[in-house]
């Protein structure tokens, strides 16, 4: 499985923007997809995450700011950003959990300018 993830940028505090992830090649229908992210001084962290077609799981930093959504039939994964802040600005990782593996994209900027 391979990851394509695609949507960061440069956006003012309190914007907004939309990743999107697709997962190119078979998956199980019982997964995880979701979002980390890493900054130069941090461990990559998680943000975002979804079973199957399940309700998200966020982490507290962006709970009421972040929305997590899937589209199975097309092997996407989104993560719509709003109100960013300038905390939020990173390297935003989409993955893809099944059977005891792992899958990582290749990761997108997004930086959120005071």
């Known amino acids: 499985v391979q990851l394509q993830a695609s949507g960061g940028g440069l956006v003012q505090t309190g914007g907004s923007l939309r990743l999107s992830c697709a997962a190119l090649g078979s998956i199980f229908a019982d997964n995880i997809m979701g979002w980390y992210r890493q900054t130069a001084e941090t461990e990559r962290e998680p943000v975002a995450r979804m079973l199957g077609a399940g309700n998200g799981i966020y982490a507290d930093s962006v709970k009421g700011r972040f929305t997590i959504s899937r589209d199975s039939a097309k092997k996407m994964v989104y993560l719509a950003m709003n109100n960013l802040k300038p905390e939020d600005t990173a390297v935003y990782y989409c993955?893809?959990?099944?059977?005891?593996?792992?899958?990582w994209g290749q990761g997108t900027q997004v930086t959120v300018s005071s």
């Open positions: 993955y893809y959990f099944a059977r005891g593996t792992t899958y």
